[in-house]
């Protein structure tokens, strides 16, 4: 049960993408097209952003996208906006009623 | 308007027992699992535990493992945490967490959890 492996940040300008990746095992991310992608601001409750690899949910921006390989998922956000700077974690599930959470990256917009 | 609200967090002993509430609204509770989704402060989100619709195979992380029981009772919307030998890194902030297609698509404000002497 290890939290998935997430870079502790990242970073890019106004207008440009910038992509988190998100690793784990054969037993999570490259077992299940389940992986979903959360984004948290301060003091406030996550919120879905991404889930199965790259669906959105209405009313989530198109600027938001994922996709996987092997063992490792990817959230990109493209368009960089002031608001998009806060923390993203990803999870996977992993069987019955397990999931497991990344370790969180904190995007900053330059 | 689809709504969790959790309660019951508060200020514990070490070795002391706890019993968080969700309270869901505005949708059909019966038909989803749902969760508990802790997150220490400033730390990263941590997978609790869950219960399926009807009650049956919780599943437990392993820090909590033998010392929390999660309940729902479908009659009323509401979801249950029983916590007990609470220690300093069960403190945290515990969220309420609806799962739809194998996603968490509903997150309560969360309750926190203090564990201190």
């Known amino acids: 049960q290890s939290a998935l492996t997430q870079p502790p940040s990242a970073s890019g300008s106004p207008g440009q993408s910038v992509t988190i990746s998100c690793t784990g095992t054969?037993?999570?991310?490259?077992?299940?097209?389940?992986v979903s992608w959360y984004q948290q601001h301060p003091g406030k409750a996550p919120k879905l952003m991404i889930y199965e690899i790259n669906k959105r949910p209405s009313g989530v921006s198109d600027r938001f996208s994922g996709s996987k390989s092997g063992n490792t998922a990817f959230l990109t956000v493209s368009g960089l906006q002031a608001e998009d700077e806060t923390d993203y974690y990803c999870s996977s599930h992993a069987g019955s009623l397990h999931y497991v959470f990344g370790t969180g990256t904190k995007v900053t917009v330059l | 308007e689809v709504q969790l609200v959790e309660s019951g967090g508060g200020l514990v002993q070490p070795g002391g027992s706890l019993r968080l509430t969700c309270a869901a609204s505005?949708?059909?509770?019966?038909?989803?699992?749902m969760h508990w989704v802790r997150q220490a402060p400033g730390k990263g989100l941590e997978y609790v535990s869950g219960?399926?619709?009807?009650?049956?195979?919780?599943y437990y992380g392993n820090s909590v493992k033998d010392r929390f029981i999660i309940s729902r009772d479908n009659s009323k919307n509401m979801m249950y945490l029983q916590m007990g030998s609470l220690r300093a890194e069960d403190m945290a902030l515990y969220y309420c967490?609806?799962?739809?297609?194998?996603?968490?698509?509903?997150w309560g404000q969360g309750t926190m959890v203090t564990v201190s002497s």
């Open positions: 219960i399926s619709y009807n009650g049956g195979a919780p």
């Open positions: 505005g949708f059909t509770f019966s038909n989803y699992p």
């Open positions: 054969s037993s999570d991310i490259g077992a299940y097209n389940f």
């Open positions: 967490v609806r799962e739809s297609v194998l996603t968490f698509d509903i």
